[in-house]
Structures are given as C-alpha cells and as structure tokens.
C-alpha cells in the first residue's frame, strides 16, 4: 500500500464543534425529535389519521360490535385499554415509514455527514411517535367519557396507566424503526402495522380471552399485549392487577432494549 | 505521523488518497484511485456516468468505507479519524438533503443546531446563509415548493453552517437549466475564493474548466489523468484539425482510415476532429494520408484542442459516450 507522508501546514478545519467532543450531544436529540415532531404535523391526512382512527374504531366496537360481546362490564369500560394499543400498534407503522423514507431519500447522508448518530435519528422517529399517541389517547379518553366510560383511579394509577402504555408505544415504535431499517421500500415498511393488530385482536383487547378455543389460552392470555391491557383496565378501574404489572413492564422493556440494539445494528448494516 | 495524542500529521494536502479500491459484488468500481488536492484549490473529478465519482467522494467523506487504500482528508484519516473528518467537512450529494416539508430557515436552522450552534446563534446563522444565497424571500416558504436551482442553493447552504474546512460536491449542476447552474458556478467561484478547499465531481468538461485549477479524470474505476486544465490539453495535441467531409459515404471511409486517432465525430454535422500540433506541414500531411484522392474532405479548420477530447482520448470506449455514433459531442457537455 502507498503511504502517504506529507510537510508542515496543518488543515485546520473552521466547524463549530470541538473536535474533543466524540460523544453524541444531548441537544442532537432534542433536535431531532423537534424534526421529526414538526415533520408530522406537516402531513395533515396522516395526522388526521392517526387521532382520527382510535375514535372510529372505538365507536364501531362499542356501537356495532359490543351489543354482542359479553364481558361482565359495560363495553365501553372494557374495551377502551384495548382501542388505545391496537391504535399504538398500527400507528407505528408511520414510524417505520418515516425511517424507511429517511434512509432512502438524500438526508440521511447530510445527518451522517454532519456525524449526528444512529440513535438520536431513530430516537427524533420514536419521540414524533410518542406526541402522535399521547395527542390520539386525549382525544380517545375525552370521546369514552362523552359515551359513558366511568373509570375509577385515583391520579397516580391515572399516571400509571399512562406510563404502562408510554412503555408500550416505545417499544413497539422502536420495532416500527428497525423494522424500517431492515425492509427497502417505504411500502413494505407501512406493512408492520400487520404485526401489532395481530398481536391485538389476539389478546384480551376486545374479547375476554376466555371466548376463545382453549388451546389459543396460554399464548392469548399471557402474550404482552394482554398484560398491557389488563395492567391498564385494572389501573384504570380499580381493580387489581396481580403479576400482570411487573409481566407487562418486564416485557415492554425487554422488547424496547431488543430493539433499540437492533435498530442500532440495522443502521450500522445499512450505512456501511 | 500519527501519535497518542493527536493522531491528526501534518500535511501539506487537504485530501491525499492512495490505492482507493472498492468493490461491489463482481465490479470493481473503484481500482486504485488517488489523488492529492492542495489547500484553498478547487479540484474537480471528472468522469462518465458510472465512472466512480460517487463512491468516490462516499468514500472520501466517510459514508462509505474502502475495501483497500488510505486516504486523509483535513489531516485526518478517513476510517481511524472519521468523526474528526466529519467535523472538518461537508457534502451536498446529487439529490437534496433536505426535508421537503419544513421551511427554508427550519431546514437551515436544523443544520446549524446540528453542526453544534445553539439558540440565537442557530437562527443568525441561517439567516446569514439565506441572504448570501439569495434565499431570504424564500426562507419561510416549504423546501417542496421550491424550484430545482433554488433547491439545490438550499442544499448547498446546509452544507456551509458548520463552516466547514473541505466541501465534498457531487454533481452540483446536474439537471440545471442554464441560469441556475451559472449561479452555481458563481457560488462555488465564491466560496473557493473564501479560501476553503472545494472538491467537486462533474461529467461537464465544461464545467471543470471554468471552475478547477486542477482535474483529475476517473474512467472504470481509475484514475486515469490528472493535472491543470492546461496540461490536460497539452497532453493530447496542442491543437485539433476538424475535417467537414463531402457526404455520409466520404464521412464513413474517412471515418474508417482514421481509425482511433479521431477524438471528434459528429455524423449529423459529417465532421471528424483529429489531434495535430497545428504546423502547415503535419496538417497537410494529415490531409494527404485521409483524403489522397481530394475528393473526401469538403473543408477543414484548426482549432484549440478542447478538454473533451482530452476526455475523449483518456477514457475508454465502452464508457464513453462520444464513440457511439449518433451521440453527439453537446450531450455528453450539456446532458
């Protein structure tokens, strides 16, 4: 190989940042997130979307499927917990969009140029996901008090409940991301949504799972999206929520550490 | 040479690469390119499409890694050193960094947060860059609803906030109209006169001589001349005989007889530009051996050689646009 010698004259480059400063800057996520926050409410059908839906879909369970449903509650009270995660679930497609079309578009080099990291990328992606969810839960909770949901917690079971599903909507947005890492087009990225409403209609969310055949038991009533749920309702209705608490948390950190790891290896792959 | 506590030599060069090869499945697209660009200069890489430039320039502004060869660029190695390297650089690639749906001044605010500025300093120095682009009407506009030229301004503007020391340009006036890419060209006149080191890459012969002090010509993956504009041209032939000839059957066989020696065809127009140093007597020697009957050529005119067919010369056959009949020498300029 050539070595490369050369005389005096250093090239001092003129750029703002210390060149001592390797590590990534706190403020490269605030400013990412900013992005990427303002980038949502730029796309108003999308936005419209995601708080629009979780009304929708909680007014066709409550109003056309719940007469039929018997859950020894009134619906509405049931299946509120429930609408809140499908609609995480599904909304987090848009953030593996959102990934997706970074990554294939030309900005993605002017971040890298600029040495802004993996995470605090992925992190601006997740954050916009988070404001889109907390906006959809008011607007979900105002609608359910209108139509006669009657929850009984007290403000730090109210806390609770948010922060079980806060934990819940970074992880499966932080799977959103890598996924949008692993697949090529921003098409097959929106297909994630299929992985959450699965996950959902295959849990306690609508239905009790003891309605369904025996042998979908076991994997129903202990997978994540049940213990979220039934965390939620009991938090939200008083009632108590045995190991289901420290299960739904244990897993929503589990799948959150997985997939910010992965998500971490799929940039690496990818911008090789 | 490198030591414990800074790994940062002292060079002379702002980019010096050696032995740069990269390959992608059975292609090698790059093949032992180097190069050295001094300080403060503007250097241009020109190229056919496929070429390299690209992977080039990836290389050279660390997004992608070398499977062999060095390279150091402000001092700093580009896989050892990324992060300095990075600090010390930009690069505006052949499509806009942008996001189409903020604003001029968010998308310059964003940059400047990111290269490290905070709060107020943020916002002066987008509108600094707006104003020096010509940009301050259109700041508060969405980038989407902006036009190619000032899009590309945009771009390039970005690129500047963090001041850097080494601007990477890939094709800055690709799918320019005329007048936006004479902005360009003033721009990047602008900013070399500012004293940063500009490396550009460009298919446009045309474009490597108004703006480079020295070119280097990447073909297949290599490099495969390199030196001022001037020295490029001396090195062909000093000048270029254009032959009109009489009709398509008189272009074809003259065609024929000359063989690979003509660095000029354009059917269309039935003319054929052959290198000579210009003299009476190697000119009318060239007409005797091509047209010994006088009944081929119609007219003829000398001329100075150009740096397409310093191009035309240099790289090879199968990437170059100007052997395939019917192509005619103001695309591969203008395309």
Redesign the interface.
């Known amino acids: 190989m050539p070595e490369i010698t050369g005389a005096a004259q250093p090239v001092l480059a003129a750029g703002h940042r210390p060149a001592w400063r390797l590590s990534t800057p706190p403020a490269d996520y605030l400013t990412m997130a900013a992005r990427c926050a303002r980038l949502a409410t730029r796309q108003v059908d999308a936005l419209v979307t995601s708080l629009a839906l979780p009304v929708v879909l909680m007014l066709t369970f409550v109003y056309l499927f719940g007469g039929a449903i018997s859950t020894g509650t009134r619906y509405i009270t049931y299946v509120v917990p429930g609408v809140l995660l499908l609609c995480a679930g599904v909304g987090s497609a848009t953030t593996a969009v959102t990934v997706c079309q970074d990554m294939t578009g030309g900005i993605i080099d002017r971040f890298r140029s600029l040495d802004v990291g993996s995470l605090p990328i992925l992190s601006g992606h997740v954050a916009a996901s988070v404001v889109r969810n907390a906006a959809s839960a008011v607007l979900v909770f105002a609608v359910a008090l209108g139509i006669g949901f009657r929850p009984h917690a007290s403000l730090a079971a109210w806390a609770a409940a948010a922060g079980v599903l806060l934990l819940y909507v970074l992880a499966i947005s932080w799977l959103a991301a890598a996924f949008g890492l692993l697949v090529a087009s921003p098409e097959a990225a929106n297909a994630f949504m299929f992985v959450p409403m699965i996950v959902a209609y295959a849990s306690s969310a609508f239905v009790p799972v003891r309605t369904m055949p025996s042998w979908l038991h076991g994997v129903a009533g202990h997978q994540p999206a049940t213990l979220v749920i039934e965390t939620m309702r009991g938090l939200l209705l008083g009632t108590h929520i045995g190991a289901n608490g420290w299960q739904a948390v244990a897993w929503c950190g589990g799948i959150f550490v997985v997939s910010v790891g992965l998500g971490a290896a799929a940039f690496r792959r990818r911008t090789r | 040479m490198p030591n414990q506590t800074d790994r940062?030599?002292?060079?002379?060069?702002?980019i010096?690469a050696?032995?740069l090869t990269k390959t992608y499945g059975s292609t090698k697209v790059l093949d032992e390119a180097?190069l050295r660009v001094a300080?403060g200069s503007v250097f241009s890489l020109l190229g056919p499409n496929g070429a390299g430039k690209t992977t080039m320039v990836?290389i050279l502004?660390?997004?992608?890694?070398p499977d062999?060869?060095?390279?150091?660029v402000?001092?700093f190695d580009i896989i050892a050193d990324r992060?300095?390297v990075?600090?010390?650089?930009?690069?505006t690639?052949?499509?806009?960094?942008?996001?189409g749906?903020?604003t001029g001044v968010?998308n310059l605010r964003?940059?400047a947060?990111?290269?490290?500025?905070?709060g107020a300093a943020a916002g002066r120095r987008a509108d600094e860059l707006l104003a020096r682009f010509g940009l301050t009407e259109a700041a508060r506009r969405?980038v989407a609803t902006y036009s190619g030229g000032m899009r590309r301004r945009l771009d390039l503007a970005?690129?500047l906030v963090?001041?850097?020391?080494?601007i990477f340009l890939d094709e800055p006036t690709t799918g320019l109209d005329l007048p936006s890419r004479q902005v360009m060209w003033q721009v990047i006149e602008d900013l070399a006169g500012s004293g940063v080191?500009v490396f550009l890459t460009t298919q446009y012969l045309e474009e490597a001589d108004q703006l480079a002090g020295r070119v280097a010509v990447l073909d297949a993956g290599r490099i495969v001349a390199e030196g001022t504009t001037a020295e490029l041209k001396d090195r062909v032939a000093g000048q270029r005989l254009d032959l009109t000839l009489a009709g398509p059957g008189a272009f074809a066989e003259a065609e024929h007889r000359l063989g690979d020696r003509a660095t000029h065809r354009d059917p269309s127009a039935l003319t054929l530009g052959v290198p000579t140093d210009g003299t009476a007597p190697a000119v009318r020697a060239l007409l005797d051996e091509i047209d010994p009957e006088r009944a081929l050529v119609g007219a003829f005119a000398v001329r100075a050689t150009t740096l397409d067919d310093v191009f035309l010369a240099l790289t090879s056959p199968e990437t170059n646009p100007g052997t395939c009949p019917g192509t005619s020498r103001k695309e591969i300029a203008h395309a």
């Open positions: 940062r030599t002292d060079c002379q060069w702002a010096e050696a032995g180097g300080p990836r502004s660390t997004l992608l890694r062999a060869g060095r390279a150091r402000a001092g992060h300095q990075r600090r010390s650089i930009s690069l690639g052949q499509y806009a960094a942008l996001d749906l903020l968010e964003m940059m947060r990111l290269s490290g500025l905070r969405r970005a690129s963090g001041r850097p020391g080494v080191t």
